[in-house]
Nanobody, 128 residues
Protein backbone atom coordinates (compact mmCIF):
# COMPACT_ATOMS: atom_id res chain seq x y z
CA UNK A 1 0.00 0.00 0.00
CA UNK A 2 1.06 3.51 -0.79
CA UNK A 3 -0.50 6.47 0.96
CA UNK A 4 -0.55 9.78 -0.89
CA UNK A 5 -1.29 13.20 0.56
CA UNK A 6 -1.57 16.30 -1.60
CA UNK A 7 -1.02 19.85 -0.45
CA UNK A 8 -0.46 23.30 -1.91
CA UNK A 9 -3.84 24.05 -3.40
CA UNK A 10 -5.65 27.31 -2.88
CA UNK A 11 -7.12 30.41 -4.45
CA UNK A 12 -5.01 32.33 -6.95
CA UNK A 13 -5.63 35.03 -9.52
CA UNK A 14 -5.37 34.30 -13.21
CA UNK A 15 -1.76 34.48 -14.30
CA UNK A 16 -0.54 33.36 -10.91
CA UNK A 17 1.36 30.28 -9.81
CA UNK A 18 0.98 27.42 -7.37
CA UNK A 19 3.06 24.38 -6.54
CA UNK A 20 1.27 21.23 -5.51
CA UNK A 21 3.03 18.54 -3.51
CA UNK A 22 2.22 14.86 -3.19
CA UNK A 23 3.85 13.17 -0.20
CA UNK A 24 4.04 9.40 -0.34
CA UNK A 25 4.47 6.88 2.44
CA UNK A 26 4.20 3.17 2.97
CA UNK A 27 6.39 1.75 0.23
CA UNK A 28 9.56 2.64 -1.67
CA UNK A 29 8.57 5.77 -3.56
CA UNK A 30 11.09 5.24 -6.35
CA UNK A 31 9.30 2.03 -7.36
CA UNK A 32 6.29 4.00 -8.53
CA UNK A 33 5.43 6.06 -11.56
CA UNK A 34 3.37 9.10 -10.65
CA UNK A 35 0.63 11.13 -12.24
CA UNK A 36 -1.49 14.18 -11.62
CA UNK A 37 -5.15 14.35 -12.59
CA UNK A 38 -7.84 16.94 -12.08
CA UNK A 39 -11.60 17.04 -11.96
CA UNK A 40 -13.73 20.13 -12.32
CA UNK A 41 -17.35 20.23 -11.12
CA UNK A 42 -19.62 18.46 -13.56
CA UNK A 43 -16.73 17.15 -15.62
CA UNK A 44 -14.85 13.89 -15.83
CA UNK A 45 -11.44 13.41 -14.30
CA UNK A 46 -8.72 14.33 -16.77
CA UNK A 47 -5.04 13.64 -17.10
CA UNK A 48 -2.69 16.52 -16.33
CA UNK A 49 0.87 15.18 -16.16
CA UNK A 50 2.90 12.02 -15.59
CA UNK A 51 6.45 11.20 -14.58
CA UNK A 52 8.38 7.95 -14.72
CA UNK A 53 9.71 6.25 -11.63
CA UNK A 54 13.19 7.71 -12.00
CA UNK A 55 11.94 11.11 -13.15
CA UNK A 56 13.66 10.82 -16.49
CA UNK A 57 10.56 11.12 -18.65
CA UNK A 58 7.47 13.26 -18.36
CA UNK A 59 4.30 13.93 -20.32
CA UNK A 60 1.59 16.58 -20.21
CA UNK A 61 -1.92 17.21 -21.37
CA UNK A 62 -1.99 19.66 -24.25
CA UNK A 63 -4.00 22.08 -22.14
CA UNK A 64 -1.17 22.52 -19.62
CA UNK A 65 1.91 21.98 -21.76
CA UNK A 66 4.36 24.83 -21.35
CA UNK A 67 2.67 26.06 -18.16
CA UNK A 68 2.87 23.10 -15.78
CA UNK A 69 5.92 21.09 -14.75
CA UNK A 70 5.85 17.73 -13.01
CA UNK A 71 8.84 16.61 -10.97
CA UNK A 72 9.77 14.29 -8.16
CA UNK A 73 12.31 14.00 -5.39
CA UNK A 74 12.73 10.34 -4.57
CA UNK A 75 14.87 11.16 -1.54
CA UNK A 76 11.95 13.11 -0.08
CA UNK A 77 9.24 10.69 -1.27
CA UNK A 78 7.45 13.59 -2.90
CA UNK A 79 6.11 14.49 -6.32
CA UNK A 80 5.36 18.05 -7.39
CA UNK A 81 3.27 19.90 -9.89
CA UNK A 82 4.48 23.44 -10.56
CA UNK A 83 1.69 25.44 -12.16
CA UNK A 84 2.31 28.82 -13.81
CA UNK A 85 0.21 31.20 -15.90
CA UNK A 86 -2.89 29.75 -14.32
CA UNK A 87 -6.22 30.24 -16.04
CA UNK A 88 -9.77 30.08 -14.67
CA UNK A 89 -10.26 26.86 -16.62
CA UNK A 90 -7.54 25.26 -14.50
CA UNK A 91 -9.93 25.39 -11.55
CA UNK A 92 -10.42 21.82 -10.32
CA UNK A 93 -9.68 19.31 -7.63
CA UNK A 94 -6.17 18.00 -8.27
CA UNK A 95 -5.17 14.47 -7.27
CA UNK A 96 -1.90 12.63 -7.46
CA UNK A 97 -1.74 8.94 -8.26
CA UNK A 98 0.87 6.19 -8.11
CA UNK A 99 1.39 2.82 -9.68
CA UNK A 100 4.20 0.28 -9.51
CA UNK A 101 6.56 0.43 -12.45
CA UNK A 102 9.23 -2.07 -13.54
CA UNK A 103 12.82 -1.42 -12.58
CA UNK A 104 14.60 0.89 -15.06
CA UNK A 105 11.29 1.63 -16.78
CA UNK A 106 10.75 5.07 -18.26
CA UNK A 107 7.14 4.30 -19.07
CA UNK A 108 4.48 6.93 -18.47
CA UNK A 109 0.84 6.30 -17.61
CA UNK A 110 -1.79 8.77 -18.76
CA UNK A 111 -5.10 7.12 -17.94
CA UNK A 112 -6.62 7.01 -14.47
CA UNK A 113 -7.43 3.30 -14.70
CA UNK A 114 -3.71 2.52 -14.84
CA UNK A 115 -3.14 3.86 -11.33
CA UNK A 116 -3.66 1.86 -8.17
CA UNK A 117 -3.20 4.49 -5.49
CA UNK A 118 -4.76 7.93 -5.13
CA UNK A 119 -4.56 10.89 -2.81
CA UNK A 120 -7.58 12.70 -1.45
CA UNK A 121 -7.11 15.73 -3.68
CA UNK A 122 -6.43 19.41 -3.21
CA UNK A 123 -8.60 22.20 -4.56
CA UNK A 124 -7.19 24.79 -6.95
CA UNK A 125 -9.35 27.80 -7.72
CA UNK A 126 -8.25 30.39 -10.25
CA UNK A 127 -10.15 33.66 -10.26
CA UNK A 128 -10.45 35.86 -13.33
Amino acid sequence: QVQLVESGGGLVQAGGSLRLSCAASGRTFSNYAMGWFRQAPGKEREFVAAISRNGGTTSYADSVKGRFTISRDNAKNTAYLQMKSLKPEDTADYSCAARASPLYSSRLYETSSEYAYWGQGTQVTVSS
